[in-house]
């Protein structure tokens, strides 16, 4: 089933946009310095973009969403986690709250500049992250998880082993390495309690139903399973399923198809996002049904 796209909005722009890049430093509340690239088209519409778990704004599918936003004339925002690629800090294997608290920093740091944040895209942990955040304040009122984990406790056994718990009580951390026995990153005690005491099921409760929440999973997700996104369906008042058949956890060869849901979602209402103070439109208290996109 192929996926409709919306009559023009106010979004969208006559002629090609003009896009610049420009190397953005913001400092978070723990004074380390996160790092992003602003893909501006001359709006004042803005679009965060938060990648994955051990990943970086220059991977997929930050870079070709923030191109695919950019030539629809809205500007873009993908920017580094602390501990993550360009930013300061170490990396840590939890962090939920603390990646929440970044994407805090940005938010901030864009609304004092005057800019109206239309969405936040979260990729993966990502994904979380922004659920969380959309939990914890009522100041965008639109967001996209792609490929988010509902269920925190899985898929921690085959990163870490089918004893994680014994061994990280005894040592107090677990050191991750690759397949040819090359250390990759360490997971103390504290980062995996983080994981484990995140809790995903009272975060969707605590959503505003006026907040739109689109999740999009694909199908052939072998990371996390096409369950999760069900899990978020079901518990997040406000909130639309898009299923792209086919696609894996990174949407490797479904990046046109998923920019095309995404934009389609971003623009399908007026902004709904607001700054400190002003005040939500009634028009953005709406709520969507499910689709499921076949190639």
């Not at 809205?74 to 294997?93: H, K, L, P, V």
């Not at 990502?126 to 959309?134: R, W």
């Amino acid at each position: 089933m192929s996926v409709t796209r919306p009559s023009p909005t106010h979004l969208e722009r006559i002629g090609p946009p003009v896009i610049k890049q420009q190397r953005v430093v913001i400092q978070n509340q723990h004074g380390e310095k996160l790092v992003g690239i602003s893909h501006e088209t001359g709006s004042k519409e803005l679009v965060i973009l938060c990648h994955g778990f051990r990943s970086s704004k220059e991977h997929i599918p930050m870079v070709s969403l923030a191109a695919a936003l950019g030539k629809e004339g809205i500007s873009a925002f993908r920017f580094d986690f602390s501990g993550n690629g360009e930013s300061e800090g170490s990396f840590q294997y939890g962090n939920y709250r603390r990646e929440a608290d970044d994407l805090r920093a940005v938010v901030q740091h864009f609304y004092g500049e005057n800019r109206v944040i239309i969405a936040l895209v979260g990729h993966s942990k990502g994904g979380n992250v922004v659920l969380l955040y959309a939990s914890k304040y009522n100041d965008v009122h639109t967001i996209v998880n792609i490929s988010g984990r509902f269920y925190l406790e899985r898929g921690i056994k085959g990163r870490l082993g089918q004893d994680f718990l014994q061994r990280i009580k005894q040592n107090g951390f677990i050191d991750v390495k690759n397949k040819g026995g090359k250390f990759q990153y360490r997971v103390t005690e504290e980062s995996l309690m983080d994981r484990l005491t995140t809790d995903t099921h009272a975060t969707c409760l605590l959503i505003q139903k006026d907040c739109r929440v689109l999740t999009v999973h694909g199908s052939c997700d072998e990371i996390v399973p096409m369950e999760d996104a069900l899990a978020f369906a079901k518990i997040i008042p406000n909130h639309k399923l898009h299923i792209i058949e086919g696609a894996d956890h990174e949407f490797t060869s479904h990046q046109d198809e998923l920019a095309s849901v995404v934009l389609d979602f971003v623009r399908s209402y007026p902004p709904c996002s607001k700054g400190i103070s002003e005040q939500l439109p009634p028009s953005c208290i709406r709520a969507d049904n499910s689709t499921h996109s076949r190639l």
